[in-house]
C-alpha cells in the first residue's frame, strides 16, 4: 500500500476515534506510520483529506453496485440491487460519513464533491439509460436522473444508520418505500 493511501486509511480509523476537532496531523501520521513531513506531501492539512476519503467512498460506492447489480436481473430488481449497494457502503462508513460531510463542506473542498462522483454518476446514468431504452423509466437526461437517484438513497441510508439508533426493520422499511417512490418516479 502506497503512503497516500496509508493516510486516507489512518484518518479515516483516527478520525472515526477522535471526530475532526480532536484529530491532529501527528496523530494521523502515528497511526499510517510515517514522518510528519510525508503526511505535508501528500496533503496540506488534516482537512484536505476529506476529499481523499470521500473518493474513497464513492469509488467504493461504484466497485458495490458493480457488484450487486446483475444485468440478468429486471429493471426493478436491478433498483433494489442498487439500494443494498448504497445501503452497505453507508452502514459501512456510518461512523465517518459524517465527519467528511461535516469537513468538506467547511472548507473549500466542497467544490470537490461533484468531481468525486463523476464516475458513480455516470455509471448509474449508464443502467438508467438502458432502462429508458428498454421502455421501463421516462425519457428524461439519464446524468439528472442518475443525481436524483444516488441522492435520494444516500439520504435514505444515511436516516438509518446516521441520524436514527440502527434498526434492522426500520432498515428494511426504508428500503422498501425507497424501492416503491424510486420505481414509481422513474416509470412512465
Given at each position: 500500500?502506497?503512503?497516500?493511501?496509508?493516510?486516507?486509511?489512518?484518518?479515516?480509523?483516527?478520525?472515526?476515534?477522535?471526530?475532526?476537532?480532536?484529530?491532529?496531523?501527528?496523530?494521523i501520521v502515528r497511526k499510517a506510520e510515517?514522518?510528519?513531513?510525508?503526511f505535508y506531501l501528500y496533503f496540506p492539512?488534516?482537512?484536505?483529506?476529506?476529499?481523499?476519503?470521500?473518493?474513497?467512498?464513492?469509488?467504493?460506492?461504484?466497485?458495490?453496485?458493480?457488484?450487486h447489480v446483475k444485468p440478468e436481473t429486471?429493471?426493478?430488481?436491478?433498483?433494489?440491487?442498487?439500494?443494498?449497494?448504497?445501503?452497505?457502503?453507508?452502514?459501512?462508513?456510518?461512523?465517518?460519513?459524517?465527519?467528511?460531510?461535516?469537513?468538506?463542506?467547511?472548507?473549500?473542498?466542497?467544490?470537490?464533491?461533484?468531481?468525486?462522483?463523476?464516475?458513480?454518476?455516470?455509471?448509474?446514468?449508464?443502467?438508467?439509460?438502458?432502462?429508458?431504452?428498454?421502455?421501463?423509466?421516462?425519457?428524461?437526461?439519464?446524468?439528472?436522473?442518475?443525481?436524483?437517484?444516488?441522492?435520494?438513497?444516500?439520504?435514505?441510508?444515511?436516516?438509518?444508520?446516521?441520524?436514527?439508533?440502527?434498526?434492522?426493520?426500520?432498515?428494511?422499511?426504508?428500503?422498501?418505500?425507497?424501492?416503491?417512490?424510486?420505481?414509481?418516479?422513474?416509470?412512465?
Open positions: 500500500m502506497d503512503k497516500r493511501e496509508r493516510i486516507i486509511r489512518a484518518a479515516v480509523e483516527v478520525f472515526r476515534d477522535k471526530g475532526i476537532e480532536g484529530t491532529k496531523v501527528s496523530d510515517i514522518a510528519q513531513g510525508t492539512s488534516k482537512l484536505s483529506v476529506m476529499p481523499a476519503i470521500a473518493e474513497r467512498m464513492a469509488r467504493q460506492l461504484e466497485e458495490t453496485a458493480r457488484r429486471d429493471w426493478e430488481g436491478q433498483l433494489l440491487q442498487l439500494i443494498d449497494a448504497v445501503f452497505e457502503v453507508t452502514a459501512e462508513y456510518r461512523d465517518v460519513a459524517t465527519l467528511v460531510y461535516a469537513g468538506l463542506s467547511s472548507t473549500e473542498h466542497v467544490r470537490e464533491w461533484e468531481d468525486i462522483y463523476t464516475s458513480l454518476y455516470a455509471s448509474i446514468a449508464e443502467m438508467i439509460g438502458r432502462w429508458q431504452e428498454e421502455g421501463h423509466v421516462r425519457t428524461a437526461d439519464p446524468s439528472a436522473l442518475a443525481r436524483l437517484v444516488v441522492g435520494l438513497t444516500e439520504s435514505a441510508a444515511e436516516q438509518v444508520y446516521l441520524y436514527d439508533a440502527y434498526d434492522p426493520v426500520r432498515e428494511q422499511e426504508q428500503k422498501e418505500e425507497l424501492r416503491v417512490f424510486l420505481r414509481n418516479a422513474l416509470r412512465e
